[in-house]
Structures are given as C-alpha cells and as structure tokens.
C-alpha cells in the first residue's frame, strides 16, 4: 500500500484563512505486477470529534478496512473550531483532489464515495446535500462542479442544529450565530439532487440523539433519494468499526461484532450501487 500527505491548500493555491486542517492522507493498493490493473472506487473518510478534534479511532482504521476491501481510501485532517464554511470547503477540496487525480491512483470518478461519523457525519452530509453553496464557490470557482458525491455512508451523524441537536457540535460549525441554525440542519436541505445515502444510528445513543437520523432520513424520503437506514439498538455514541481495537469496551460487555455489520452492510449497499473494483482499460 502506498501512501502520501497532500496539503490541499497547497495543491489549490489558496491561503489557509483559519484553522489548521486541510490535509489528505492517501491509502492506495499497489498495483500487481502479475495481473492487469485495476481501477477502484475511492472512499473518502471524515472523522468525528464535535468539530473540536478529529478522532483516530475513526480516521486511520477504517480507511484501512476500506482498502482491504478493494478501495483508494483518503482520510481528511479537516480544521476544528474553525466555523462554516471552512470544513466544507476542505471536504470540496478533497473530492475535488480525488477526481482530478483519479488516474493516478486508479480510481474510478464516478465512483467516489464518502463516510462520516458523528460531526464528520455532519460534514460528509454536508457534501451530499450543499457542495455547491455559494460559500465554497466563491472559493473553489468551476472546480466546486467535481465536489459532489456519488453516495455517502453517515455513521451516527450529527444532523441536526434545532431539537436533539449535539450543542457543542452546533457551537463550533455555527460560530454561536443562531441565524446558521436552519442552513446548516441537514433535514432540512435534503432536495432530490442530494447523493444516496447509507444511514445507521445505535437507539440508545446518548450523544448524538438517534432522531438526527430518523429526521434526515424523513427528508431523504420526502425528496424520494434513495436511503439504507439501520437503527441497532444496543450501543454507545463513537462505536466506529464496533471492534475491541477502537474501543475501550470488550465485545462481552455489547454486542460489537453484531452492530459492526453495519460495515459489511454498507459495503453490500454500496456495491448494489456499482463500487466495486473493475479492471482498467489500457
């Protein structure tokens, strides 16, 4: 596997204005020198954190998981207490990098994928529903027209910023300005050109309340946009791949290796809709 560290205002000319994210670690497969090459679906993952971090548990681990199911997987290092629209931007940057270096990763661009948990889910919601607000245009120009998702995956995400909204999540991408509330609640800018999306939530989430999915799926259904939704019902907040590396609880205190199907799951879904891995014409 190879893998590099792309500094995405770098790559895109542009003066880091705060914060001090935007970085893409890239995990590609080497190519066998025995057989013909492949081309394959890309995953972009975005941990949670509440906007104030970016959690490990839920960054490196899973892009590998990715990989050893046949991906290119890209993890952003997105700026924290940093306010919209800086986190969306990075993320436009990233799918915007991913396509047009498609080619030298032997990736598919029509097949680029992103998976969120809890305020990364918040933030790959946001790239399935408003990648081309005006915000991230103003900046990126014609190339924000590449940002948008072909499906995206959302692990117990941040939804919300009105009832059962995660507060400190809320704070810190609204900059406290209570006029951001309705733009930036997902459930509420669902339209029929947002990007399919795979949704799963634990009922007993303390953290995140499970209605920030139930909402947003509400609002898929609405526009008629294509959802998977798994409510497990044992579970705390931050599962991640639901294995005993990534938490501190053992599978005999919880059901993890039962509630991290919802991987294998997603992974099934995502193939119904065409990734998977396709051997590349010369």
Known sequence: MQAERIDLYRYFNLKRISGHGGYLDIYAPFEVSEIKPKLRPAMLVMAG????????????????KYVANGYCAFVLDYS?????????????????????????????????????????????????????????????????QTAKLNAVVLSYPVVTMGRFANEFSRNIITGNNPDLYEKLSMEKRVTADSVPAFIWHTFEDDCVPVENS????????????????????????????????????????????????????SLDWLKARGFCVKTAEK
């Open 49 to 64: 954190g509440g906007y104030s971090f970016v959690s490990h548990r839920e960054s490196a681990p899973v892009a590998f």
């Open 80 to 144: 924290v207490n940093t306010a919209y629209p800086v986190p969306l931007v990075e993320a436009c940057m990233a799918i915007a990098y991913i396509r047009e270096n498609a080619s030298k990763y032997r990736v598919d661009k029509n097949l680029v994928a992103a998976v969120g948990f809890s305020a990364g889910g918040h933030l790959a919601a946001m790239l399935a529903n408003i990648c081309d607000e005006k915000e991230v245009v103003e900046i990126l120009g014609d190339r924000a």
């Open 214 to 265: 139930f909402m947003l799926a509400e609002a898929y259904r609405r526009a008629n946009v294509p959802i998977s939704l798994h409510i497990f019902e044992k579970g705390w907040h931050g599962l991640s791949l639901c294995s005993e590396e990534v938490n501190d609880q053992t599978a005999a205190e919880i059901q993890l290796e039962y509630i991290g199907k919802w991987f294998e799951l």
